[in-house]
């Protein structure tokens, strides 16, 4: 990898691709492709919202100190949309900026916003003013972000309308600005054009002012929280909190702003009014922001974004499932039906639907309840009984003791059906090591019969190729349909040597495809891997990661990815490696759950059934890397 020898220092305020655009002008590379090729790896033009961050971070100086928090906090607009993103959205958003991808996979580009509420400008839009002070102070004029909101249309600092074409012949500045002049040459000066002190974009441009100062504090928890109290208070809610009047919030909304401001901020009222549109802003986890619409309604509860978050009101509603404790389900347990469980897990599953887990400490056997915002008090909850892991491997091991059923439901405070139930699983398991040499002579009288197919299907394709030299691929297919679809699943290198050269092939150029996919496997692998996952990560766990069109040309047109295949093979974890790896985690699941005071092979291979029948030299791995993580562990507890 080429690293960088000159990166441009930051202006203050600059947007991402006012940076970028310097370099280029300071690369002398002809096109912006060029350049973004160059920086990212990538053939556009610069993105909105930049992606792949990590592979121009390695490039650069080791004296620029870039972090991607400091890239996105002080040089995009993506910190005015993070708060309105859950933490599962976010993580979306921070992986496709750090490590990009296709962009049929861009999800950091949907926070631009679409037809019913832009977020970002289509448009870049300079102040002429502005332009001319970067012109005195820096040498050159760039790019502000606070500029490139789509609802802004005055630059706060000096009261002057934004421009995104020449005022003299009417193209389009883009990039251009930053030198001062428009593509023609036409230098871009201020002119009056009764440039007015906007009290509403004013207010609005405070609320978006203090979104971005306290980006980093605000969650998308205490929004909705917020959402509920100013309602409420306001009387938009129905009785209990369950659903909001939304005839009277429209009409009290639609009233509150003149038909202008809606149309210069692109909200189209229709919109607000259709099925689930507010039910979307207050309690959906959108990729989508619609920034202008939350900042009115916002406005119109609680006067400013400020106000809103800072100042709570009281307010009261049911809380799913009561404070607790809670009584144990497990007809099994000594204490079924009395309040032993005092913590539960609630987890919001959006449009008013939480499920919670409940575990009792006793029988290490819970349940799982989910609560509706609209469920009728009497109605009834179904409860999902569940088992804990710890208790199938308890089940095993006295199933390996040859205890009787009943013994070990009552042992282990369970149905003997569960037992029954585990122990069939634990069968099935072992019968396919039982089976194997069977499985070998089943496989090689398949492998036979196979053979035997592709001589014969070779032999019809083949004489309907030389009846029909000139029939393309489809019109083969029609011929000879049953050889020709078996041998393009069985037999696809001979099929791809003796028929006619696809054209769909054509259209790409697969040793890059190749080279691009086997660098994607070998990132995502490594992804995976420090994921810390409780499973191997094997090939189809690499290739289930990727995106459907690259999972998709693997499964299909592997023979033209030698690369790819390749880097599958070698990411994919042996049995050994995994074993290693997920050696860390058993060590703190028996210190934390079992107190073992040190973890030795021995307790490991009791715990854990994958860990037995492992040789001699792979034991002295483990105990190295045993006494290693001992170590560790009992540094930090001293500590």
């Known amino acids: 990898m080429i690293s960088i020898g000159y990166f441009p220092t930051p202006l203050p305020n600059e947007d991402f691709r006012s940076i970028l655009y310097r370099y280029h002008l300071c690369s002398l590379n002809p ?11 990538s053939k556009t033009e610069f993105t909105v919202f930049p992606r792949g961050l990590e592979v121009m971070l390695r490039k650069l100086p080791l004296s620029y100190k870039f972090t991607v928090k400091s890239i996105i906090n002080n040089y995009t607009l993506l910190p005015l949309l993070l708060p309105f993103i859950s933490e599962r959205r976010k993580e979306e958003v921070l992986n496709d900026i750090y490590y990009g991808g296709g962009l049929a996979e861009s999800c950091v580009g ?41 609802f802004i249309y005055y630059c706060n600092k000096h009261s002057v309308k934004l421009i995104s074409h020449c005022n003299d012949c009417g193209v389009e500045l883009k990039y251009s600005s930053v ?39 605000i969650r998308v928890w205490l929004i909705k929280q917020r959402y509920l109290e100013y309602l409420s208070s306001r009387g938009y809610l129905e009785f209990e909190g369950k659903r909001i009047r939304r005839k009277l919030f429209i009409r009290d909304f639609t009233v509150a702003y003149t038909p202008e401001q809606f149309t210069r901020l692109g909200i189209d009222v229709e919109h607000i009014t259709q099925r689930n549109t507010l039910e979307r802003v207050f309690w959906g986890d959108l990729m989508v922001i619609n920034l202008p ?29 009561g404070t607790g404790p809670w009584s144990c389900e497990n007809k099994h347990c000594p204490s079924y039906k009395k309040t032993t469980i005092h913590r539960c897990n609630r987890v919001d599953k959006g449009f008013g639907r939480v499920s919670c887990t409940f575990m009792c400490e006793d029988c290490q056997v819970g349940y799982v309840i989910e609560w509706k915002l609209r469920t009728v008090a009497k109605e009834k909850k179904h409860k999902k009984i569940i088992y804990s892991n710890e208790k199938e491997d308890l089940v095993i091991q006295f199933l390996e003791e040859r205890r ?47 053979n035997f197919k592709k001589k014969i299907y070779r032999r019809a394709l083949q004489q309907v ?21 078996w041998l393009k699943r069985n037999d696809s290198i001979w099929f791809e040597q003796h028929l006619p050269p696809s054209k769909s092939i054509k259209r790409f150029d697969w040793k890059e495809v190749d080279e691009a996919l086997a660098i994607r496997v070998k990132e995502v692998a490594q992804q995976l891997k420090l994921s810390n996952p409780s499973t191997q990560v094997r090939r189809y766990t690499i290739m289930s990661a990727l995106s459907k069109n690259e999972n998709g040309r693997l499964k299909n047109y592997i023979q033209h990815l030698p690369n790819s295949n390749q880097a599958l093979i070698e990411c994919a974890e042996t049995k050994e490696q995994y074993q290693i790896r997920h050696l860390p985690a058993l060590v703190w699941q028996l210190k934390t759950y079992y107190n073992y005071g040190e973890v030795t092979i021995e307790s490991i291979q009791a715990y854990r059934r994958s860990y037995r029948g492992i040789t001699d030299e792979f034991k002295h791995v483990l105990r190295e890397k045993l006494k290693e993580i001992n170590e560790q562990w009992d540094a930090v507890n001293y500590k």
Do not use: W
């Not at 119109?300 to 809103?308: I, P, T």
């Open 31 to 41: 096109e912006l492709t060029d350049t973004n090729k160059e920086l990212f790896d």
């Open 110 to 150: 949907k926070l631009v916003g679409n037809k019913y509420g832009k977020s970002v400008s289509d448009l870049i839009k300079y102040c002429p003013s502005c332009m001319k002070e970067d012109m005195s102070n820096y040498g050159c004029s760039y790019i502000h972000r606070e500029h490139q909101i789509a």
């Open 179 to 217: 030198t001062g002049k428009c593509k023609n040459g036409h230098r871009i000066e201020y002119r009056n054009n009764n440039d007015d002190d906007d009290v509403f974009e004013k207010n609005l441009y405070q609320d978006l002012h203090f979104l971005i100062s306290n980006s980093n504090s």
């Open 293 to 321: 619409l939350i900042l009115l309604i916002i406005r119109f509860l609680a006067g400013s974004l400020e106000n809103f978050i800072l100042i709570g009101i009281p307010y009261s509603c049911e809380i799913p499932f």
């Open 404 to 450: 009787p059923y009943k013994e070990i439901a009552e042992k282990l405070y369970c149905s003997v059906d569960y037992v029954k139930r585990v122990g069939k699983e634990y069968l099935k398991q072992q019968k396919t090591g039982v089976l194997s040499t069977y499985n070998e002579v089943a496989a090689t009288i398949e492998i036979n019969q196979d």
């Open 465 to 485: 190729l030389n009846d029909y030299p000139k029939l393309n691929r489809y019109q083969l297919s029609l011929k000879c349909r049953t050889a020709y679809m």
